[in-house]
């Protein structure tokens, strides 16, 4: 097997493709001449995604695919499904020769202590975040197993390397990435199929707007949360999707995204147990 993955010609599965992180891991992969499925529920920057991978791979400047050479389908999928995401690669199957990598990215937040947080609230997440990596990692793998050089890319988060108060929800849900990711590594690892684990910084998506928060927060103090988050998001999207695409060209097992990131991995290296007393005076965090 190459040490470089060629992405020319492959058929990539990405969930949460309608925006953020997804879109532009779709644009990466599509300027490499790689064709692709979107999924998400959001039918309408589903579309817009694909007119800007579409657009991507006709680039004057792009000579990996020739004009309207790729294969770009649209696909309406909740994650959280389990009989959707059951039938989603027959979906796939009819419209794709082929899968070869699937970008498992779908992902939702929840902001608020352990003890604010409903049980409610927490499944719902957990049912996004983790049980939809599980879930389609479980559909897509027979396909995959029959691709001479295929790839799991699973967004985990910084906050699957470190545990910030005031988000154990996310942060469990992330942790789980994680450690799935890495033992599915090491079984597959005699395999066709790679696994890559991937731990975004503070990238500037909607998440922070779009983050549950528990019933009954004042709208101050709402408002306050997501200033201090959004304050947080600051690498494009775009530069985002290319590192990921390049960690996924060159078969990483993990990627850390954003100098915030490697930072931050680095401390919890060096400071296992007591990094969040160094990280609570450095990060900006909500008031109690």
């Not at 309406?76 to 970008?103: C, G, Q, Y």
């Not at 009954?216 to 304050?231: D, L, N, T, Y």
Request: net charge positive; glycine share 6%.
């Amino acid at each position: 097997m190459n040490s470089v993955m060629k992405l020319k010609n492959r058929t990539a599965v990405i969930t949460g493709a309608a925006s953020g992180i997804g879109r532009a891991i779709a644009v990466s992969l599509a300027r490499r001449g790689c064709n692709l499925a979107l999924a998400d529920l959001n039918d309408a920057g589903l579309s817009e995604t694909a007119l800007m991978a579409k657009s991507a791979q006709t680039d004057p400047t792009n000579h990996a695919a020739p004009k309207s050479s790729l294969r770009i389908t649209e696909h309406h999928l909740d994650v959280a499904d389990r009989s959707a995401v059951a039938a989603f690669p027959e979906e796939v199957r009819a419209a794709h020769e082929s899968v070869d990598i699937l970008v498992n990215n779908a992902g939702v937040a929840i902001g608020g202590t352990f003890e604010t947080v409903s049980e409610e609230d927490f499944e719902w997440l957990f049912d996004i975040n983790f049980w939809g990596v599980v879930r389609m990692t479980r559909a897509f793998l027979p396909l995959l197993r029959k691709s001479d050089d295929a790839r799991i890319v699973n967004l985990s988060s910084i906050f699957g390397l470190i545990s910030p108060a005031g988000q154990a929800a996310y942060s469990a849900s992330k942790f789980a990435v994680r450690g799935f990711s890495n033992s599915l590594r090491h079984e597959l690892a005699s395999s066709n199929v790679g696994v890559t684990v991937v731990h975004p910084g503070g990238v500037a998506t909607s998440i922070a707007e779009s983050a549950r928060l528990p019933k009954g927060m004042p709208a101050e103090e709402i408002a306050q949360r997501r200033a201090v988050a959004k304050k947080a998001l600051r690498l494009p999207p775009h530069e985002a999707g290319e590192i990921i695409v390049k960690g996924i060209e060159r078969r990483s097992p993990r990627v850390l995204v954003g100098n915030d990131a490697k930072l931050l991995a680095a401390i919890e290296r060096l400071w296992p147990v007591s990094y969040w007393k160094i990280l609570s005076r450095l990060l900006p965090v909500p008031k109690d």
